[in-house]
């Protein structure tokens, strides 16, 4: 025994040091990876995706839901925050039932012919106000269906002001012979009316689910490969493994570090099937979270932590002990404010949206979102998740085998083999 007493490390400079610069790192980009994405999401607004549709079918020769949908259309006082998309009724529905949309204004078809109501002198009865309508869309984010209800909301409110300036002008002298309901209504004639364009279910978490599900299978795959990869280490006899008070230790079975991966990842592989069953069977058969195309959810359960999980383990193999770190980084860190799903892409800064391209949580939340919301449509997002998550299976096997081999090939092994002993030369 070395005479020293084990709180004397505490003096070592080295260890603040070391622990200090880790933890203050962490520290510093959770901040900026987390309150940065989402300090001025309407700052950083950039092409959301909003329907614009005109139904009206006219009075004569007028159509003033068309002269508002084009000025909205053409208008630049949002810049290019706002990315209106003109279509009809039907490619609406679908749109809006693929998540592609945020939110819409619908102008109705009897718009004209009630707006024209308001000015007919003849009519002594309370005039019908008309309506614009603003739909919503919860199952494509809160903050961007949010975001997009604003926009069109005011746009319906200018359109309003608009036509009821130029009412008055045209009225004229003849305002005095309307109704006084009639007179009141004409500087700003139509009324502003929300709705939810593509409704959910009562147990969709108000189109949180998807999200919270698919973060539950990342998280399980990475915190199952920090738990796989100790007791292979174990079982390998590398590593001493604690049970409480009691520490157990196996006879030492060398293997490369390529073998290490491979024995890691098929164990992920295997135990996968059980970690999605659970994952879906608390969600959906104990939490009582609504749920279709529940072959297809469990399917995608157990692909994505599989392929969260031989990730993780891919990272943990190439870099050792700071690999836990690096896999929160990646899964955790950089993945939750670019999924998508709190805060949309088109409302975060230039750089997150680039993350956001290959960040795994996203790639995963779009394929949930699909199957819970959104009739498991491959172009709602299902077909991009499927694709990704092949895409990241390979990039983590030729990344992990690629670096691992190097190591085995430069005699870079976890414990250096044992010097044979040399041969003495026996006496003459």
């Not at 009630?114 to 009519?123: I, R």
């Not at 279910?201 to 689910?209: E, K």
């Not at 592989?269 to 059980?274: D, E, K, P, R």
Request: one cysteine or more; a neutral charge.
């Amino acid at each position: 025994m070395s005479g020293i007493h084990p709180f004397r490390v505490l003096r070592a400079r080295p260890l603040w040091i070391a622990n200090g610069v880790i933890t203050g790192v962490i520290a510093l980009l959770f901040a900026v990876f987390y309150v940065g994405a989402n300090i001025d999401p309407a700052g950083h607004m950039k092409k959301l995706p909003v329907g614009l549709v005109n139904a009206d079918e006219g009075a004569g020769q007028v159509n003033l839901g068309a002269r508002i949908t084009e000025s909205i259309r053409k208008s630049t006082a949002g810049g290019d925050r706002i990315d209106w998309k003109v279509m009809d009724e039907k490619e609406l529905k679908e749109q809006l039932g693929k998540g592609k949309l945020f939110g819409a204004l619908v102008v109705p078809a009897d718009f004209t012919s009630s707006v024209l109501g308001l000015t007919d002198t003849a009519d002594t009865t309370t005039p019908a106000r008309p309506t614009l309508t603003v739909l919503t869309n919860q199952s494509a984010g809160s903050v961007g269906s949010g975001l997009a209800r604003t926009a069109t909301t005011r746009a319906a409110e200018n359109a309003s002001f608009q036509v009821g300036k130029d009412l008055t002008a045209q009225t004229g002298a003849r305002q005095a012979k309307l109704p006084a309901a009639a007179r009141v209504l004409l500087a700003d004639p139509a009324a502003v009316t929300v709705e939810d364009g593509h409704p959910l279910d009562s147990h969709s978490g108000l189109g949180m689910t998807a999200f919270y599900y698919a973060l539950t299978l990342v998280v399980v795959g990475m915190l199952s490969a920090n738990v796989i990869s100790g007791q292979v280490d174990h079982a390998l006899g590398y590593t001493h493994n604690d049970m409480g008070p009691v520490r157990r230790h196996r006879p030492l079975i060398r293997a490369t570090r390529v073998q290490t991966l491979v024995i890691s990842s098929t164990l992920m592989a295997g135990l996968s099937l059980l970690m999605g069953t659970l994952v879906m069977a608390g969600a959906v058969g104990i939490m009582g979270m609504d749920a279709s195309h529940l072959p297809l959810l469990w399917l995608y359960s157990v692909c994505a932590v599989a392929v969260a999980g031989i990730g993780a383990l891919t990272l943990l193999a190439v870099f050792g002990t700071p690999g836990m770190l690096v896999v929160t980084l990646v899964f955790i860190g950089m993945a939750v404010p670019t999924a998508g799903a709190t805060t949309p892409i088109e409302v975060l800064p230039g750089f997150y949206r680039f993350l956001a391209e290959f960040e795994p949580l996203r790639q995963i939340t779009a394929g949930v979102r699909s199957i819970l919301y959104y009739d498991a449509q491959g172009d709602a997002g299902l077909t991009r998740g499927w694709v990704m998550m092949a895409a990241g299976l390979l990039a983590a096997a030729l990344f992990g085998f690629g670096v691992l081999g190097w190591y085995d090939r430069k005699g870079l092994h976890r414990i250096p083999a044992e010097p044979e002993p040399e041969k003495t030369a026996a006496p003459a």
